[in-house]
């Protein structure tokens, strides 16, 4: 190794211990965890606050303050206690979970210097949960009523987890061959790798939750049918898996793909599905970041996303467009899709609109991918349900309560689409409605 390698070489591991390697493989996850060494450092910038106000910050209640006086002090089990006993999902939560506006931006260490990596922490208890196969949790013996989940998003794997502690036989009915829903099929391995999703979901296992795959309920099979089976309360977490569209000139044009249909294809492929040529990605979600991380590091020559408002008002992350933009990946800002250029039959180009209502722009382009958002399928297929004008179901959030006796719902399906940490925390809330309402249910009888 010559001297000009052996510099590129110390770079380069300088900035792996820094976190700061940009990941370039589709399956390689882009932000570096801590070490016992490191964690336990960053655990001791804590100030140990009286009033924790990162623990309010979360809407899980997942107690970060608790869990990071554990690891400063090497209780590692004790942090993955305090994480599991309240979010089943603590290591899904730890990757994807907006922390910069929620518990960091509460941490009073703030106003000193920076906050505390508390994603970071959390990820490294549940890598250490995982490391030592920690027992954590147990549930009661399964002698109570049967409970049917529909669908196994966040949300519903939130709610199981909760019901099969106390001793409620779940069921969790899945449309698709995989569990996990939008943790499994819509995000980038980079932000969110599939053995962390796994490892989440065999913990709700473990509590005796039940599996059914290739079952869409309401189409498969009847909710009159799952009664007749002996379940006697439901709960309805399917997400949102319906893309939102616009009518364009050439929306149907081949190489014209929605978000959902786009990140599941490549998920499944696992890294070996190939994009070629020039990408153009509209929106300015995590969603679309998501899109056009994967098309990048899938082959494609030249990412672009173009979104109609300013980059401040962009939804997604600051971390999310910090990592697209070191990929190489453009954001055209303040414009939105007028029509789409075709040439026999196949996608060839965009032209976009300036908000100005002056500005044009024309870009080349193989494959334009939507990510403007999702809506909910047809919830009536499942049972008469009174829905919002949005397709939404109309219920109480925190409760969950539908207008038909027995049937609950949350997460996206109900909120319209916003974080996992807060499906994770309604499933749980809801949870506590299917067994209040349960329980009053048996003494009736």
């Known amino acids: 190794m010559d001297r000009g390698e052996q510099r590129l070489s110390k770079v380069t591991a300088k900035n792996q211990l820094q976190g700061k390697e940009i990941k370039k493989d589709y399956l390689d996850e882009a932000v570096h965890g801590y070490n016992t060494r490191t964690a336990m450092e960053e655990a001791a910038r804590c100030v140990l606050c009286y009033d924790a106000p990162c623990s309010k910050g979360c809407p899980a209640d997942t107690k ?14 004790g942090a993955v206690a305090t994480i599991r006993e309240a979010n089943a999902l603590g290591g899904c939560c730890a990757k994807v979970c907006p ?7 509460a941490c009073s260490r703030t106003g000193i210097d920076r906050p505390i990596q508390i994603g970071k922490l959390q990820a490294f208890a549940v890598d250490m949960e995982r490391k030592f196969n920690m027992k954590i949790l147990e549930a009661k013996k399964a ?22 502690r106390e001793g409620y036989q779940v069921t969790i009915f899945e449309a698709l061959d995989k569990p996990g ?26 509590l005796g939750v039940e599996f059914v795959f290739n079952k869409k309920v309401g189409q498969d099979i009847t909710l009159t049918e799952l009664k007749e089976q002996g379940f006697k309360a ?54 679309a970041m998501d899109c056009a991380a994967t098309a990048k590091l899938l082959g494609a020559e030249r990412v672009t996303i173009v979104y109609r408002r300013t ?39 965009l032209i976009a609109r300036g908000t100005d209502d002056f500005s044009e722009l024309k870009l080349k382009a193989d494959t334009i991918v939507f990510a403007i958002g999702q809506e909910a399928e047809d919830m009536k297929k499942i049972a008469p349900i009174e829905l919002n004008e949005n397709g939404t179901i109309a219920c109480d959030i925190a409760k969950g309560f ?3 006796e027995g049937i609950f719902a949350a997460g996206d399906i109900v909120n319209g689409g916003k974080t996992v940490v807060e ?10 409605s299917i067994m209040n309402y349960l329980s009053k249910k048996e003494g009736v009888n």
């Open 311 to 349: 980059i401040e008002e962009a939804p997604a992350d600051i971390a999310e467009i910090e990592y697209v933009q070191s990929l190489g990946i453009s954001i055209i800002t303040k414009f939105a899709p007028q029509e789409i250029l075709g040439d026999d039959g196949k996608v060839a180009g």
């Open 64 to 77: 970060p303050a608790d869990f990071i006086r554990s690891i400063r002090f090497r209780n590692f089990k």
């Open 99 to 105: 922390y910069d506006r929620l518990c960091e931006e």
């Open 181 to 206: 829903g939008v943790l499994t099929y819509g995000i980038i391995p980079s932000r969110l790798p599939q053995d962390v999703v796994d490892f989440d979901i065999e913990k709700v296992k473990e």
């Open 402 to 404: 539908t207008n038909i």
């Open 234 to 287: 439901f709960f309805i977490g399917t997400g949102l898996w319906k893309s939102r569209e616009i009518d364009i000139p050439g929306i149907n044009l081949k190489g014209v793909r929605n978000a959902i249909g786009f990140l599941k294809e490549a998920r499944s492929g696992k890294g070996e599905t190939k994009v070629e040529g020039n990408v153009i990605v509209i929106g300015g979600g995590d969603v």
């Open 143 to 164: 002698d109570k009523e049967k409970v049917a989940c529909i669908g196994s998003g966040p949300a519903s794997l939130s709610c199981a987890s909760k019901l099969a």
């Open 423 to 432: 499906a994770v925390a309604q499933g749980k809330s809801v949870a506590e």
